[in-house]
Nanobody
């Protein structure tokens, strides 16, 4: 059974940084895409970025390009999302997802975590 678990949410002032981790268990991780998404109240779920384990070059949404970084933490066995220069508009519930198609659309992912809240105050 595939499980996806996020950790590391919290609150920060604008301009600050936070780091999220995503642990995926239950399938051959190297054959899947792992994506980060976010959803603010009243808004649609938005793709933040994603990575394919076999070709570890991450892709980002324009809204976070240059501020967010996706990377593997091989020691922990997680896929991390480093968020720098955070803005109030980054406030949302952040989700990690795993799937065989990837991309910035939610339809590319089958397995989802429960989400972790990020709040950025001005």
């Amino acid at each position: 059974q595939v499980q996806v678990v996020e950790s590391g949410g919290g609150s920060v002032q604008a301009g600050g940084s936070l780091r999220l981790s995503c642990a995926v268990t239950g399938f051959t991780y190297s054959n899947y895409y792992i994506g980060w998404f976010r959803q603010a109240p009243g808004k649609e779920r938005e793709g933040v970025g994603y990575i394919y384990r076999r070709f570890p070059r991450p892709y980002y949404a324009d809204s976070v390009q240059g501020r967010f970084t996706i990377s593997h933490d091989n020691a922990k066995g997680t896929l991390d999302l480093q968020m720098n220069s955070l803005k109030p508009e980054d406030t949302a519930m952040y989700f990690c997802a795993a799937g065989s198609r990837g991309g910035l659309g939610a339809e590319g992912y089958t397995y989802w975590g429960q989400g972790t809240q990020i709040t950025v105050s001005s």
